[in-house]
């Protein structure tokens, strides 16, 4: 293999040329990328960039100097993939072409679009830094805050309008918050968290109306009638797959889009992978579910994996992937290891700062989701991958609250 071609520069992406050049790979390597700038880390966009106190500017994993001469990258910014081409193995960005002997497609998700907000000045999805720019500018002026959606990012950016001060309304269609992600008799305590921090919640709602001015928009109505001013509003309403550009390369596909691949992240086209939030893959720890998931580590993980997996098929194992993903809400630490669909979700420790709950299926533990649990959460995670009881993490709990 002499030329790797990685299409989307963000956190897959950057893994994967890191491992390329880590195993030893010495041929080229081309980094395609839509957004104007060099890789850089999406967790802190809803977090500290949202800080008054901090500075106001995003920095990339690497500058673009290094990623070329360190790297050996070919980095391609702004310039969106078009097209692929499986038989002649061929990227198109426009009307240009780049030739591949190895690939991974790395291209993530896109903001989903809000039809009833499109195109007005002050609604704004989060999933670059030109739209955290944009909603840190408007918090920095004062304007009241709304968000569409209490999931991680809609929560975040409550948080940080909440850490200022800033009056802040969150509008959620379903009964609690995150109920998808962590399950809904455990959401309690996550609506507990909004309400005490002084946000007003509304759930089980939905926006049916949008009110702007010729400076932006101006406030929304509910679906219960009520009118809320507001002059930011920021939408974390979840995101799709950014796979427009394969729709006619005869890769196989999920219904969302994302990129079907198998546990060791290869698509059925030769010397093509995906990885991160763009691959749906099997999770061979829960009995091959297959998932898309949209978690920091685990675009990390697959991003190397793939690398590595391409460049040397023959040691290619299915990955031991465990889901688990962090959100910082109101100065507390949320972690989840694991997944949310199980026979029975129980609290083991209800109080809000100090949350535990474990998830059983059948007799095995397969989920830990605590609050401000740093100190104890990936032990649940070596349960989970050995498959152990649910007894066992109970007793890891009990023996963590007697050492407490
Ligand atoms: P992405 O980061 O989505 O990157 C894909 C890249 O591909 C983008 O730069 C995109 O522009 C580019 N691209 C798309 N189409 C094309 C094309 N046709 N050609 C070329 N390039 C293309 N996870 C956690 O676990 N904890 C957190 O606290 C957390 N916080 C988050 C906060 C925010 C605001 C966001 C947006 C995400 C957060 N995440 C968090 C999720 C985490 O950041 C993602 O899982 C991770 O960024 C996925 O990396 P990726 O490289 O797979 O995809």
Redesign the pocket.
Request: charged share 15%; proline share 6%.
């Given at each position: 293999l002499r030329r790797l071609v990685v299409?989307?520069?963000?956190?897959?992406?950057?893994?994967a040329v890191e491992a390329a050049r880590r195993a030893g790979f010495t041929g080229s390597i081309t980094l395609?990328?839509?957004?104007r700038s060099a890789?850089y880390?999406?967790?802190?966009?809803?977090?500290a960039l949202l800080r008054a106190d901090a500075p106001a500017s995003v920095s990339p994993f690497h500058t673009e100097e290094h990623l070329r001469t360190e790297l050996g990258v070919d980095l391609r910014c702004g310039?969106?993939?078009?097209g692929l081409d499986i038989d002649h193995r061929r990227v198109l960005?426009g009307a240009d072409r780049v030739d591949y002997d190895g690939l991974i497609i790395?291209?993530?998700?896109?903001?989903n679009a809000w039809p009833l907000g499109a195109g007005v000045p002050g609604v704004h999805p989060?999933?670059?830094a030109v739209?955290?720019l944009a909603i840190r500018a408007a918090l920095d002026a004062g304007k009241r805050v709304a968000v569409i959606g209490a999931g991680?990012?809609g929560s975040?950016v409550a948080s940080a309008a909440r850490a200022r001060d800033l009056p802040v309304t969150v509008i959620e269609a379903a009964p609690q918050p995150l109920t998808r992600s962590v399950g809904p008799s455990v959401a309690d305590v996550l609506t507990g968290l909004h309400r005490s921090a002084g946000v007003d919640l509304r759930v089980g709602t939905q926006v049916t109306e949008v009110h702007q001015n010729a400076s932006g928009v101006t406030g929304l109505t509910l679906g219960d009638g009520n009118y809320l001013p507001a002059e930011l509003v920021v939408l974390g309403i979840g995101?799709r797959p950014?796979?427009?550009?394969l729709r006619d390369s005869g890769l196989a596909l999920h219904r969302d889009g994302g990129v079907l691949v198998d546990a060791t992240l290869a698509t059925r086209a030769p010397g093509v992978y995906a990885?991160?939030?763009?691959?749906h893959a099997p999770l061979s720890v829960f009995d091959d579910e297959v998932v898309r998931?949209?978690?920091?580590?685990?675009?990390?993980e697959?991003?190397a994996a793939a690398a590595r997996h391409l460049l040397d098929p023959d040691t290619a194992r299915p990955l031991q992937t465990v889901p688990?993903?962090?959100?910082?809400w109101h100065g507390h630490r949320l972690q989840f290891v694991g997944v949310p669909t199980a026979d029975e979700a129980r609290v083991i420790r209800p109080e809000p700062e100090q949350f535990l709950a474990l998830y059983r299926r059948g007799d095995r533990v397969v989920g830990a989701f605590t609050v401000n649990g740093q100190r104890e959460i990936m032990r649940y995670r070596r349960h989970i991958v050995g498959h152990a009881p649910f007894e066992d993490a109970l007793a890891e709990a009990g023996a963590h609250d007697r050492a407490a």
């Open positions: 299409v989307g520069a963000s956190l897959a992406g950057l893994r395609i990328g839509a957004e890789p880390d999406r967790p802190p966009l809803s977090k310039a969106p993939a078009t960005v790395a291209t993530g998700a896109a903001a989060l999933r670059t739209d955290a991680f990012i975040e995101a950014a796979t427009g550009w990885a991160g939030d763009v691959a998931l949209e978690h920091w580590t685990s675009a990390a697959q991003g688990y993903f962090w959100s910082d």
